[in-house]
């Protein structure tokens, strides 16, 4: 089956410094990729939609300046974390759908777990 | 109103059936799906059903659907410890840019007591 993996699985920091999540899809061309964010007991947030070659849609809420999308290839997207703060602690996972690929057909990555200190 | 609601919690003893609920709110939603979370881990999809059907049965996993009432279950039969995990329930919404994107319940933990 499809397989995504983030890197790192895990990243701490300290405050004021930025961080770099990697999303890949390992055996599929990811047209689409999402950003979702989660926190402890809560369900998943949508941040972003990101389509290859062009610029990421950001939900309502989500900072775009603090929360930098890049999907440069069809096969990673990156979410960058700037200037990070103690309340930007939290579970980020991504997922990716190929092109062509149904509603159903969305791959999650394994998430990454930013601590901010 | 938006959000797509689940109860929490679920204990069940190992060998027994579970049953997971969710209601939903958009009746244009194509597909329903129910996704399993482990500890640390992302989320793995179990299955989805698509709006027209009223049941889909994937060995241990039985879906049922009415969409009159939009409510969709989750059974599980002989439930394991491996199974403990947070389910979570999802609808596809078809966002203002036209593209479908996914929609989560909060998810409901479910604890298997040996």
């Not at chain 1, 926190?39 to 809560?42: D, E, L, S, V």
């Not at chain 1, 939290?90 to 092109?99: N, Q, V």
């Not at chain 2, 599980?76 to 999802?90: H, L, P």
């Given at each position: ?37 989660q926190?402890?007991?809560?369900s ?45 602690s ?10 062509g ?17 | ?13 190992e ?5 997971i ?24 999809l ?7 059907m ?13 969409k009159?009432d ?26 203002g ?18």
């Open positions: 089956g499809a397989v995504v993996s983030q890197h790192p699985s895990r990243v701490i920091c300290k405050s004021g410094t930025s961080v770099k999540i990697e999303c890949r899809s390992l055996d599929f061309q990811a047209t689409t990729m999402f950003w979702y964010r926190f402890p007991k809560q998943l947030m949508l941040m972003a939609t990101s389509n290859e070659g062009s610029k990421a849609t950001y939900e309502q809420g989500v900072e775009k300046d603090k929360f930098l999308i890049n999907h440069a290839s069809l096969t990673l997207s990156t979410l960058t974390v700037t200037s990070a703060h103690p309340e930007d939290s579970f980020y996972i991504c997922s990716a759908r190929a092109l690929g149904g509603a159903y057909e969305q791959y999650f990555g394994p998430g990454t777990r930013l601590t901010v200190t | 109103g938006e959000d797509v609601e689940q109860s929490l919690f679920l204990s069940v003893r060998g027994d059936s579970s049953v609920n969710c209601t939903y709110t958009d009746s244009s939603s194509t597909y329903l799906y129910w996704y399993k979370q482990e500890p640390g881990a992302g989320l793995q179990l299955t989805y059903i698509f709006s027209n009223d049941m889909k049965q994937d060995q241990r996993l039985t879906v049922l659907l009415n009159k939009k409510h969709l279950s989750l059974r599980i039969a002989d439930t394991q410890t491996g199974d403990s995990a947070i389910y979570f329930c999802a609808e596809s919404r078809r966002s840019a036209g593209s479908y994107q996914l929609t989560f319940g909060k998810g409901t933990k479910l604890s298997v007591i040996p």
